[in-house]
């Protein structure tokens, strides 16, 4: 620790910020924030790391452009320094089950966990390393996965053989837990009700998608599995398909794993089916009739629609159902598609409520009729707020 942070007294490690980092292989998200009032003193993406002709040749490079951009905003870390630095790791495997600290043991542990996330497991172990050399203040890993640590092995377990199952640590693990973690808590804060005693039905809709059952608080399903590639439609990702589709696309096509690997999780979806995969963009097309977008609007809530009615099965009862992300926050249009028919299982939305302020929605609200049954309401996420809540409690 440097001196001016030794210097610091502990009346003033509350002011301090964290530094949230999310590392891609071509990309790292920042956020300089205060965990305990939520202020956000900068925000960012570097793009294109390592690119040709990019400016930005690896993510020690990077981080250099983070502190450059910090000073732009005005933010000069020698003057209030940093508390510690939270990443964003997508995948724990059967390991990590909490926030850690990290060391070298930890680094090696999450590099060792590659074949399960290749795509960002190499990346978030780059991105810890640069930012462990430039930034001497404690580090920690906040996992994707974790909060699904507690599926019941009747959930979490594929039917495969099982010595092969345990040897490769293949079941299905989950992701956006942080998300679907933060989402579940808010929304017991919006009833004033304790988690303990809600069952909750979370459907986190961005990009990525996927959507959870939590029972008191303790998360019981969720529709992604050893990879996110599983369960809801996506922005570029199929979702679920008959594991068959593979040994046909390989027999038929003549595809390669590697090239269908990359067909159902880079060109499938919304874009697959539509050849748009932002949600804004696919609903101007239904509203212009275009054939293909209105197919995959209906493909992607007939799906959600089959998650939420398993899940209600799961929970046996059901007492809140959230909408998150930027489809679930934003797109009115969805979540009336989604609540359309629901009224025998208790599931409805209040027009007026659901469109309000032209649909999207900053804060936590409540969006289903005041007789309801169940309660349907928009909780908008903050990952970042959680990674740096997470990170504070581990170093203080
Ligand atoms: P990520 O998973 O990358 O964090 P977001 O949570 O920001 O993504 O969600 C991105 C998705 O939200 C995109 O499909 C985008 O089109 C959609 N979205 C954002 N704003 C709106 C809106 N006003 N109406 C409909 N969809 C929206």
Redesign the pocket.
Known sequence: MNESAQQTGQADLTERPVLVLNAGSSSLKFQLLVPESGEVSASGVIERIGESGSDVADHAAALQSVRARLADDGVDLDAVPLRAVGHRVVHGGPDFSEPVLIDDDVVARIQALSPLAPLHNPAAVTGIEAARSHFEVPHVAVFDTAFFSTLPIEASTYAVPRDLAQKHAIRRYGFHGTSHHFVSQASAELLGCPVEELNQVVLHL???CSASAIRGGVAIETSMGLTPLQGLVM?TRSGDVDPGLHAFLSRQVGLSIDEIDDLLNKRSGLLGLSGVN???EL?QRVDAGDEAATLAFDVFVHRLKHYVGAYLAQLGRLDILVFT???GQ??PRLRAALADGLDGLGIAVDPARNEAGGG?FTEPSVISPDASRVIVAVVPTNEELAIARQTADLVS
Do not use: C
């Open positions: 961005g990009n990525g922005g932002d949600f804004r609903s992300a930027g489809i934003n797109s999207s």
